[in-house]
């Protein structure tokens, strides 16, 4: 077994390819070691190599006394002086040969002969200061130069008055050959640093967005950002990027004065802020010295250049503060939490103490390279620690979405456990009350109706809580009629307020339109939960609902419902807390009424979820006024009218006899596998006189449907061995049975937002929650009934 895989691997018909390919690359690599070692060097041969220009020079003083000078080296000269230097050109200088000065912040002219051969001032051209910037200069030569008097004048307001630097001599393309030798890694490594830190703070706006949390990492690549731009716009390549360097220039002296800021934040925030005043010093520091020495420099009081000692104070500052943070956590063993960035800093550390050895003792080495590669390091040892971060997040996030989840679906269940025994008791409650015709049984009875329908909407509450908690909660919109939704409210406000003093008054604007697009049962739900808390916190007095728009575009209004009540009013210090989950104010005076303190939280997010809102006025012991605002597409423009009339005729209805319909024909088949609620739904359409027949399984009901046809189904969801989706399924897919393109209804205490939706889907014609609602369960019957079967009482019309 082992052999055959072994096998498998090494015998591919690429193997001999992949032997080439190693051996053709060792010999490569010995071919170059061996033969740089053996041949000599072809630099002798084609000589494109630059050299220092190494002529004697004098210094010529103002009373024509010539003295011996040093280039590269400084001269005594105040500022703002010109110092005159001269040379004699070598005997034989080739056409196309070329000097390169590279004067420091001084203003330069160069004579051959006395004959003016190149000036150099920025005056005119630079945004503020007194010198001109740092750049190469090249003074092309022919072969009638041989053996000339050159004279270099620079002059300089700053302390490089007297300083000569390195002079090269060769052609254009050998010098800038040797610039690319001597700095190009430093400018390649600026480059990438910035590529790498823009990359970097782009991806943290899009993680910051996608786990909306701030990210740390943001503020170091801004402090690598600084730290490439200054190390960019220092390079010797400059010149050859930008047109005008003395804008440049300035960019060099703000990102050294702003890189302690981000830096300092970063590491501050990744030490969870526990020294955020010890940092404030170098902060302050840099933040002062931005904005004084912007103010010297750009009124030439002092120049940048000048600035540098105080600039370098901040960020020497900036780091001291880091490492004796990182040295105290280490030692107090808090290092572990951010051990990678710890490491990252001491890495930044050990690359600029060599960087400033390397300056002192190693000019050839390019400042700023090994400074960038710590900066590297840091970056990426941040990026490990961001990701490690992210890492947590997101396991935090997936453990709390499935904590969600499992929360949800227990309350679905548990909602859907409890809905089934109060549907029974709801049910067989309404058949003793309609049944029944001894008082106190009756009594007995509404007793049990109004506390089963309270925890009915208990249920109901922290149904709807749980599912705005974790997201589920949808708005069904479509048009409504507004009317019959405040009718609905008022009915249910004058309900409550029957049999306790308490007047309720509407005040409807008339010019209200009548139609919107919205979510009818919600806003009805936020409606009723204030109208209703109302008249529970109100002993006497009165309930006033008054109901406004206001014109908010072409196509949207505003609707303003507010509910003024003369109840036990709120405390002010209460006032902030009344739209808490769970949060009931004065427990102790209000034992009696009763609540969960969710009823205006669920408002209020619903509210909120329609991108309205609900205020609130009370003064305590006086009363209280919520103010209900919800912005809804108008449908229908024309008039509300008045309301009062509607809700009046509404009434009369509600006096109507209740049965509304015989069908003595109709065959009526319901599945359930509650006993209980069979004999509800039985007991329900007992006086429609329809013939009912019950089964308790989805295999009776498939048995049943073979040889008889019925006029509706009702098909209960949840059922032991075969659920009445299956059923239902069984029954569609049976072509011989009489039923299979029938009504089926589906019943169930399933409450979940989208469930309409759910059950046509399945296949279902209707769907009906329970409890079953009498009116309701009629209602369904006469829409799906043959209209021959149905004998519709004249009362009813
Ligand atoms: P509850 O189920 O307790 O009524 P709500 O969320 O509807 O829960 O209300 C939260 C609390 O706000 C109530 O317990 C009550 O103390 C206070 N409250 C609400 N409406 C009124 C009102 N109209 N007058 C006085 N207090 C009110």
Redesign the pocket.
């Known amino acids: 077994m082992n052999n055959s895989n072994k096998g498998s691997i090494y015998n591919t018909p690429i193997s001999p390819i992949k032997m080439v390919f190693s051996i053709s690359v060792v010999l490569i690599i010995l071919y170059s070691v061996v033969y740089s070692i053996v041949l000599p060097d072809e630099k002798e041969i084609i000589s494109t190599d630059c050299k220092l220009y190494e002529e004697e020079w004098e210094l010529v003083l103002d009373n024509g006394e010539r003295l011996p000078a040093q280039v590269p080296g400084k001269v005594d000269a105040e500022f703002g002086e010109v110092v005159t230097l001269t040379t004699t050109l070598p005997p034989n200088i080739c056409n196309g040969e070329t000097l390169c000065f590279r004067p420091i912040w001084q203003d330069v002219d160069i004579y051959i002969d006395g004959q003016k051969r190149l000036s150099y001032n920025t005056k005119d051209t630079r945004p503020f200061g007194a010198n001109s910037t740092m750049r190469y200069l090249f003074v092309e030569l022919t072969e009638a130069d041989s053996g000339k008097v050159l004279t270099y004048q620079f002059s300089s307001d700053s302390k490089y008055a007297g300083n000569m630097q390195n002079v090269y001599m060769g052609d254009r393309a050998s010098i800038w050959i040797h610039m690319v030798k001597t700095s190009g890694l430093r400018f390649l490594l600026s480059l990438s640093l910035i590529m790498l830190s823009i990359f970097c703070l782009l991806i943290t706006m899009i993680l910051m967005r996608v786990y909306k949390k701030a990210l740390p990492l943001s503020y170091l690549a801004w402090t690598i950002l600084l730290c490439a731009v200054w190390m960019l716009s220092e390079s010797d390549f400059r010149q050859l990027l930008f047109d005008n360097i003395s804008i440049l220039t300035n960019l060099t002296y703000w990102c050294l004065m702003l890189i302690p800021c981000p830096l300092v934040i970063y590491i501050n925030e990744v030490q969870s802020n526990r020294y955020s005043k010890l940092y404030m010093f170098p902060m302050t520091y840099a933040t002062v010295m931005l904005i004084v020495g912007t103010f010297l420099q750009v009124f030439e009081i002092v120049q940048f250049v000048q600035q540098v000692p105080f600039i370098h104070v901040g960020l020497a500052m900036s780091i001291l503060a880091i490492i004796g943070t990182i040295t105290f956590d280490a030692f107090k063993k808090r290092l572990r939490e951010y051990v990678v960035v710890g490491i990252g800093v001491y890495g930044l550390l050990v690359t600029a103490v060599l960087e400033m050895l390397l300056y002192y003792y190693e000019t050839t080495l390019s400042l700023g390279t090994v400074l960038g590669i710590g900066l590297l390091f840091l970056l990426i040892m941040a990026i490990i620690k961001t990701g490690q971060d992210l890492l947590v997040t997101e396991k935090n996030k997936q453990e709390a979405i499935a904590a969600r989840e499992a929360q949800a679906k227990f309350l679905a269940n548990m909602s859907h456990e409890i809905r089934t025994p109060i549907n029974a008791i709801i049910g067989m409650n309404e058949m003793i009350l309609r049944e029944n015709e001894d008082d106190t049984i009756e009594d007995y009875a509404h007793n049990i109706q109004s506390a089963s329908k309270m925890l009915l909407g208990l249920i109901n509450d922290v149904l709807d809580f749980s599912k705005i908690e974790s997201g589920q909660l949808e708005l069904v919109e479509d048009t409504y009629h507004l009317g019959s939704l405040l009718q609905d409210a008022v009915l249910l406000m004058n309900a409550r307020a029957a049999g306790k003093p308490i007047s309720t008054h509407v005040e409807v604007e008339s010019e209200l339109p009548s139609k919107y697009w919205g979510d009818e049962l919600r806003i009805k739900q936020i409606l009723t ?2 109208l209703s ?2 008249v ?3 002993k006497e007095g009165s309930v006033t609902l008054k109901v406004s728009h206001k014109p908010l575009d072409k196509e949207q209004v505003m609707l303003v419902m507010s ?1 003024t ?1 003369t ?4 405390k002010k210090e ?1 006032l902030p807390k ?1 739209f808490d989950g769970f ?4 427990i102790d005076k ?1 034992r009696n ?9 669920i ?1 209020k997010q619903l509210v909120t979820q329609m991108r309205g809102d609900i205020t609130v006025e ?1 003064v305590y012991g006086k ?2 006024t ?1 103010t209900i605002y919800v912005p809804q597409k108008v449908m229908d423009r024309k008039h509300l009218g008045n309301l009062k009339d509607s809700v009046n005729a509404n009434r009369r209805e509600q006096t109507a006899p209740e049965i509304r319909f015989t069908a003595p024909q109709a065959q009526i088949l319901i599945v359930d596998d509650n006993n209980m609620n069979l004999s509800l739904m039985k007991g329900l359409l007992k006086r429609t006189q329809m013939q009912v027949d019950l089964v308790k399984s989805g295999q009776e009901c498939l048995e049943l449907t073979k040889d008889k046809k019925y006029d509706i189904i009702f098909m209960d969801h949840m059922m032991p061995e075969m659920d009445g989706v299956e059923a239902l399924n069984f029954l569609r897919a049976d072509t011989g049975n009489p039923n299979s393109t029938g009504v089926v209804i589906a019943l169930t205490a399933n409450a979940i937002a989208g469930c309409r939706e759910m059950y046509l889907g399945y296949g279902f014609n209707e769907y009906l929650s329970k409890p079953i609602q009498a009116d309701k369960l009629e209602e369904m019957i006469l829409q799906y009934l043959p209209k021959d079967l149905v004998n519709l009482r004249e009362e009813a019309l």
Do not use: H, P, W
């Not at 949060?583 to 004065?586: A, D, G």
């Open positions: 939960n204030i808390n109302a529970k916190y109100t509910v009540d109840g036990i009013g709120i209460d009344i949060k009931r104010l004065e209000n009424i009763q609540g969960t303190g969710l009823g205006l939280n408002a009370s009363g209280s919520f």
